[in-house]
C-alpha cells in the first residue's frame, strides 16, 4: 500500500511517500524553489516522492492532508465571535482568502493532483487527518517504541495547541488536549516577535540568545502571562495578546509589562532582550518538564514521543532527557509542520487502513532523516560543469576524505553536500558546512562571513556516536541534533574572574572549552551523534579527522546563507559556495577549491536573500 502525505498553505509545506508502512521519501517545498519556509501545494516535493518510489500518482492508494481545514475555519469563526467587535481589520484581511482559497481546500487539493495527473480519481482516496493526529503519528509510528505517551507542543493546529495521546502498536489514542488561543508555542511566538525576530522562522534565536540573559522576568511571565498548574496546564491572560484578532501577537499592554516597546528587526540587541529571551526558555522548560512528569507519573509509561514545533527546542528537550522521569525520549526531526505531511501519510496507514505495525529493528524508521533527492556522480559533475565550476575528482573515498581533513584543519570553512538531503529543519552532514571546533574563531567568521547572521548564534557539534560520552554530558543517542547537553567538565576552560565578569555577547569572544566553535556561552552544545549506519561516509570522515586530531568532532551548520533555505542541488552549493568565503566545496566525489574558480562567477550572496 502506498500513501502520500501533504502538509500546505500555511508554513514549511512538505509531502512524504511510505510503502506498507516504510518510509521511502520525504522533503519539503523550500528546499525546490528556495523560498523559505514555501506554503504553496508542494508540486516539486510531491514529484520527488513519486520519482523515488518509481510511480504515478494514480498508482498511490491513498492522498492524506495533514489537517481539516473544515474546522481550522469553525475556529476562526468562533474566536472572532468570542472577541467582537475587536479584531474587525483582522476579520476582514482574513475571511476573503478563506472563502477564496482554504475553506475549499479539497477541491483545490483536487485541482492541484490534477495538474500532476490528469487521470487522478480522487474519490475514496483523499483523506484529511487532524494537526496534532499528524504531529503525533509522525512522532509514534517511526519511533523504537512498542508504547509511549506521545506529547505533540505547537502554536495552534484545528483547536488543540497542546495534545496528550496514547500510542500501542498500530494505536494511537488522544487523552487530553489543551485548546487555542492558550499555547506555549504562541507565547514563545510572542516573545519572539516582541524582540524582533519574524514569527515561525526566529523562535530558536531565541532560544540561542537565551544563555546570554538571565531569567529575571520569569516570575512576571508565570504572575501575569501565563497561569501554570502542577501537572503542566495552564491558561493564558490574553488581554496581553494580540494573536486572536489583531495583525500582530503582542500590544501595549505586553510591551509595558516589561517596560520597553517592542524590537524593531536588526535593531541592537541589549542586555534587557537577553534577559526576556532567557525568561522566556526557562517559563518554557519548566512547563514542559511539569508535563512529562505528570505524565510519567499517571502513564507509568517509560518510554516518551515528541512533536510539533516546540520540540524543535532542543534545551528543553535535553532537560527532559536528563530528568529521567520518563527512561527513553525520542523526537521526531521534522518535528515542525513538514512532519506533518509524513505523520499523515502514516495515519492514514495504520489508523485509517489499520494495517499492522513493526516496530522498526533499526534505531528508528525515519532513516538518519536521509529522505531526500540525492545525486549520481555523473549527474554532479555535469551540472558543476555547466555551471562553470573547477573541480577535481577522487576516485577514491580515502583521498577524498583526507583532503577534506587537510581543508579543516587548516580551519577552512567546507561545504560538504552528500547523499540524500535531510528532511526536517536541520543540516546532518548531507547538505552542511563544515568547520575546525577547535578554533577560537570559527565560530564569529562563520557566522559574519559564510552565513551573514547574527553573530550570538551558536553552532552544532557533529561527534561519533562511539566518543559522545567522552566529550559532553551526554551517553545517548542523538542523530537529530535535538538535545543539547554541556561539554563535559574535563573538556571545559576555567575562566578568569575578569572573563566571569563578563556580559551577553560580550562573552561570545571568550574560548570555553577545547572545542569553544560549538561551545555556548553557558558551556552546551545541540549535539548530533553520527552513526556509521545512517551516514557513512559522515562518520569516515569524522573518524579521519579524529585520526589526525584526537578530536572527533566537527562543527555543523546548514549549508546556506540568513533566508536561505538549505541547498538541494549541486548548483545550489557551487552558487553558495561562489557568494560566500567559504573556502571548499566537496559534493559528491568533487573537490573545489576556491581560488580555482572564475572570479567573474562570484555572487554577492549577503543581500540576496529576504532576512528571517
Avoid at 509511549?148 to 496528550?164: N, P
Avoid at 533499526?362 to 573547477?390: C, H, N, T, W
Avoid at 576556491?594 to 554577492?604: G, I, S, V
Wanted: aromatic share 10%; glycine share 8%.
Amino acid at each position: 500500500m502506498r500513501i502520500l502525505g501533504i502538509s500546505a498553505y500555511y508554513h514549511d509545506s512538505a509531502a512524504a511517500l511510505i510503502e506498507d508502512g516504510a518510509i521511502i521519501a520525504a522533503a519539503q517545498e523550500e528546499r525546490f524553489t528556495r523560498k523559505k519556509h514555501d506554503s504553496c501545494f508542494p508540486h516539486h516535493a510531491l514529484e520527488y516522492c513519486l520519482s523515488a518510489g518509481n510511480i504515478g500518482l494514480s498508482e498511490v492508494d491513498y492522498v492524506t492532508f495533514y489537517d481539516k481545514p473544515f474546522l481550522k475555519f469553525e475556529r476562526l469563526l468562533e474566536t472572532y465571535l468570542a472577541f467582537a467587535p475587536r479584531g474587525i481589520r483582522s476579520f476582514a484581511k482574513a475571511i476573503p482568502v478563506w472563502l477564496r482559497e482554504k475553506l475549499f481546500q479539497k477541491d483545490l487539493l483536487i485541482k492541484e493532483l490534477k495538474s500532476i495527473d490528469p487521470e487522478f480519481n480522487a474519490s475514496g482516496k483523499l483523506l484529511f487527518a487532524e494537526h496534532h493526529q499528524s504531529h503525533a503519528a509522525s512522532a509514534f509510528f517511526p519511533s523504537p517504541f512498542e508504547r509511549a505517551v506521545v506529547l505533540t507542543m505547537d502554536g495552534v493546529g484545528e483547536w488543540a495547541t497542546t495534545s496528550v495521546a496514547l500510542g500501542q502498536g498500530n494505536a494511537l489514542t488522544t487523552t487530553q488536549e489543551i485548546h487555542f488561543p492558550h499555547s506555549l508555542g504562541l507565547l514563545y511566538s510572542a516573545v519572539t516577535y516582541y524582540l524582533g525576530f519574524r514569527v515561525n522562522s526566529g523562535e530558536y534565536k531565541v532560544m540561542g540568545l537565551a544563555p546570554y540573559g538571565e531569567p529575571k522576568y520569569a516570575d512576571l511571565i508565570l504572575e501575569h502571562l501565563i497561569d501554570v498548574k502542577a501537572d503542566g496546564s495552564f491558561r493564558m491572560d490574553m488581554s496581553y495578546f494580540n494573536y486572536c484578532t489583531g495583525l500582530t501577537m503582542t500590544n501595549r499592554k505586553f510591551a509595558d509589562l516589561f517596560g520597553q516597546p517592542t524590537r524593531t528587526p536588526e535593531n541592537e540587541l541589549t542586555q534587557f532582550h537577553m534577559d526576556v529571551a532567557a525568561s522566556v526558555q526557562a517559563v518554557t522548560e519548566e512547563i514542559v518538564l511539569r508535563m512529562t512528569r505528570a505524565l510519567a507519573h499517571e502513564t507509568g509509561i517509560e518510554n516518551l514521543c515528541l512533536a510539533g514545533g516546540v520540540a524543535l527546542n532542543c534545551v528543553a528537550n535535553g532537560k527532559v532527557l536528563r530528568d529521567k522521569a520518563f527512561t527513553n525520549v525520542w523526537v521526531q526531526p521534522a518535528a515542525g509542520d513538514a512532519g506533518g505531511a509524513l505523520g499523515a501519510a502514516l495515519a492514514a496507514y495504520y489508523q485509517h487502513a489499520e494495517r499492522p505495525r513493526t516496530v522498526s529493528s533499526a534505531r528508528d524508521a525515519m532513516k538518519g532523516s536521509y529522505l531526500g533527492p540525492a545525486f549520481a556522480q555523473e549527474d554532479i559533475e555535469r551540472r558543476l560543469q555547466a555551471a562553470g565550476a573547477v573541480f577535481e575528482v577522487f576516485d577514491q573515498d580515502e583521498d577524498l576524505i583526507n583532503e577534506t581533513v587537510k581543508a579543516l584543519k587548516a580551519e577552512k570553512a567546507v561545504g560538504w553536500f552528500q547523499g540524500r538531503m535531510e528532511f526536517g529543519p536541520r543540516a546532518l552532514g548531507g547538505r552542511s558546512i563544515l568547520g575546525d571546533p577547535r578554533s577560537p574563531a570559527m565560530q564569529k567568521t562563520v557566522n559574519l562571513k559564510v552565513k551573514y547572521r547574527e553573530s550570538f548564534r551558536p553552532f552544532a557539534p557533529s561527534v561519533l556516536r562511539e566518543d559522545v560520552a567522552d566529550w559532553f554530558e551526554l551517553d545517548d543517542d542523538s542523530p537529530y541534533m535535538l538535545m543539547v547537553a554541556g561539554v563535559k567538565k574535563g573538556r571545559r576552560r576555567t575562566m578568569s574572574a575578569d572573563e566571569e565578569a563578563l556580559f551577553g555577547i560580550e562573552k561570545l569572544n571568550v574560548p570555553r572549552s577545547d572545542i569553544p566553535a560549538v561551545t555556548h556561552v553557558d558551556y552546551s552544545a545541540r549535539i548530533q551523534t553520527v552513526h556509521a549506519d545512517t551516514n557513512p561516509r559522515y562518520h569516515a570522515l569524522l573518524s579521519a579527522y579524529k585520526a589526525e586530531t584526537g578530536c572527533p568532532v566537527v562543527l555543523n551548520t546548514s549549508f546556506n546563507v540568513r533566508g536561505e533555505p538549505i541547498v538541494g542541488t549541486p548548483e545550489d552549493a557551487f552558487r553558495c559556495f561562489m557568494g560566500t568565503e567559504i573556502e571548499t566545496l566537496v559534493v559528491g566525489n568533487c573537490f573545489l577549491r576556491k581560488e580555482d574558480q572564475n572570479p567573474e562567477l562570484e555572487q554577492n550572496y549577503k543581500d540576496q536573500f529576504e532576512l528571517d
